[in-house]
């Protein structure tokens, strides 16, 4: 009877155990680790301003494409990156008055071309990862990044390569009264939703991939050109529309500066009851215990809770 007892009280006590302490609920710890970047994100502005007999019209299309390099330093529910990255685009950006191309002191407002550029990047991203399996870990990610531009450069219409805060004569890339453009005026955020996934290769060694879409604010050049766009036209409210994002994959190889607590927990199930001993000699009743483990298959080997007076 004593024995029927303490199963049903470690029975309760695991039901309890299994909703009060989940397998996955993780803890916290400290790591760090370096990999590669490849994603891109796409532009598709338009913009109207004017009134009718007189309405301006202009479209920003931009396809870019880049890669580089980063590290990370994590802190269990939190990301921090600082990243290094290239990228070439292509673009079309055609600008017309009634239906007309727009020329601005002799100048085409209407670009095409190629372009390159360099960025350094600081990423901020909450996560909170699930453990599925011994090596396996699942986690959602949401947050922000500030792009540093450190290089900006395009082609003007006669081929040849210009710096974007230098540009030569005959090409249109100022903001008001032709004041160029600082390279701060690239800077900008981004704000990251995405997932990733890690295998541990050992107790502290781990890969990890990340799959992120990004959607990207406008720039202080985008603003600057808005501002040349509302006094050509004398309208100080122009329509806006569209959307600049894109998708980016990180592979990193990180390490844990102390193992995680929770990875004594074995499996990811609920909690159960395991009886062990035998009903034979003296002594093996002697030995008789439930122990209470945190594996739904009864094959952890460091119990939670030992009961040896349920004999």
């Not at 790591?31 to 004017?50: K, V």
């Not at 880049?66 to 990228?87: H, P, R």
């Not at 870990?137 to 900006?152: E, K, R, W």
Request: proline fraction near 5%; charged fraction near 20%.
């Amino acid at each position: 009877m004593k024995k029927r007892v303490c199963a049903a009280v470690l029975f309760l006590a695991g039901t309890a155990a299994a909703f009060a302490a989940p397998a996955w609920r993780p803890e916290f710890g400290l790591s760090a680790g370096a990999g590669g970047i490849l994603g891109g994100h796409f532009t598709r502005y338009n913009i109207q301003a004017g009134e009718e007999g007189e309405r301006f019209s202009a479209d920003q299309h931009v396809n870019q494409f880049e890669g580089g390099l980063f590290v990370f330093f994590d802190a269990t529910f939190a990301t921090l990156a600082i990243t290094f990255k290239s990228g070439a685009n292509n673009f079309n950006e055609p600008a017309h008055l009634n239906g007309v191309p727009v020329d601005l002191d002799g100048r085409p407002m209407s670009r095409s071309g190629q372009g390159w550029e360099t960025t350094m990047g600081i990423s901020l991203l909450g996560r909170f990862p699930f453990r599925l399996t011994e090596r396996f870990t699942v986690f959602p990610l949401l947050g922000m990044d500030y792009h540093i531009s450190l290089m900006q450069r395009r082609t003007a219409p006669d081929g040849s390569t210009y710096d974007r805060t230098n540009p030569p004569d005959g090409v249109f890339d100022h903001g008001m009264n032709d004041q160029t453009f600082a390279l701060s005026d690239w800077n900008v955020f981004f704000v990251r939703l995405g997932g990733g996934v890690e295998f541990d290769l050992t107790e502290r060694l781990f890969l990890r991939g990340d799959l992120l879409y990004g959607i990207r604010l406008m720039t202080g050049q985008e603003r600057k050109s808005l501002e040349v766009i509302e006094a050509i036209t004398n309208d100080s409210s122009p329509s806006l529309g569209g959307l600049s994002s894109g998708p980016s994959v990180r592979l990193s190889v990180g390490w844990r500066f102390s193992p995680e607590n929770d990875k004594d927990v074995c499996g990811t199930g609920g909690y159960q009851v395991g009886y062990f001993g035998g009903i034979g000699s003296k002594k093996k009743k002697e030995l008789d215990k439930f122990l209470l483990y945190g594996d739904t298959g009864g094959n952890c080997t460091s119990p939670h809770l030992s009961l040896a007076a349920c004999r």
